[in-house]
């Protein structure tokens, strides 16, 4: 099926591809080169991605996956400092209504891993409702190597983990592998073939009245304590740490390799 994002206008189809088959859409990142990294473009291709999602009436799930070896490396960090840089605080506000909106969607989002996820794709995956992950994934928060925080991926990693897991990912910086990340429910399956359990949601799910995701999703919401003061304070300080000189120092050299840091092994 060809498939189109409405209302994205010149950005469609610049960060993803696309594919429906029998109440599934499939998107997928295609920018490996980049290592699927977030940036504006990308934020509203998959925002348009979830409006075609539920225009299309027999969806029942959505899988987000990727190319390449890294499903995705968070906030893509040429584009956070170049020229022409967007304003921190728009660009934190739209990756954090990304996130709310996997949580709320009427939709089954399930995110399919393989390989590395970094940072900001952390947020994405804990975001998800499931989780299917190969053994040769992992996942890691950076931001403290740069003097910034995990500041909108921790709400949503919260609910996923609980606290004190989601506190320790985020202070050691240190991956956390397939297995742990399963132990720690961040993973729901460990799994090199995910389609017997994507043919079995897909089953269960295309017997769910059509508004059922949407309903238990909201009431789910309405019992967690994220709420709007959430978003501005995750928000605001990220916006904070990024107008910081020595934190735009920290990331500029890491872009530019001047300040290499292996994130896929441990550092001694």
């Not at 506000?93 to 996130?99: F, I, V």
């Not at 003097?147 to 985020?170: E, K, W």
């Amino acid at each position: 099926m060809d498939l189109t994002l409405d209302g994205a206008g010149p950005t469609a189809h610049r960060t993803l591809s696309l594919a429906y088959d029998r109440g599934m859409l499939t998107v997928r990142l295609t920018r490996p080169e980049r290592q699927n990294s977030i940036t504006p473009v990308l934020l509203a291709e998959l925002d348009a991605a979830l409006d075609l999602a539920e225009r299309l009436e027999d969806c029942r799930l959505v899988v987000l996956e990727a190319e390449g070896g890294t499903f995705c490396s968070g906030m893509d960090l040429y584009d956070a400092v170049g020229p022409g840089t967007a304003d921190a605080d728009q660009g934190g506000t739209a990756y954090y209504d990304l996130l709310e909106r996997l949580t709320s969607v009427g939709r089954i989002v399930v995110a399919r891993v393989d390989g590395q996820v970094v940072g900001g794709g952390v947020g994405l995956v804990a975001a998800s409702d499931f989780v299917l992950a190969t053994a040769r994934s992992q996942f890691s928060l950076p931001e403290a190597l740069w003097g910034l925080m995990p500041c909108s991926v921790l709400p949503f990693l919260v609910r996923r983990v609980g606290f004190q897991r989601a506190h320790t990912m985020a202070l050691s910086t240190l991956p956390v592998g397939a297995a742990e990340a399963e132990r720690c429910r961040l993973v729901d399956e460990v799994t090199e073939d995910a389609w017997p359990f994507l043919r079995r949601l897909l089953f269960r799910a295309s017997r769910f009245d059509g508004t059922v995701v949407g309903d238990l999703k909201r009431y789910l919401r309405r019992l967690w304590i994220v709420d709007g003061a959430t978003q501005d304070l995750a928000v605001g300080e990220f916006s904070r740490l990024m107008s910081s000189d020595a934190v735009r120092r920290r990331i500029t050299e890491f872009a530019s390799g001047q300040a290499a840091v292996r994130f896929s092994t441990d550092l001694p």
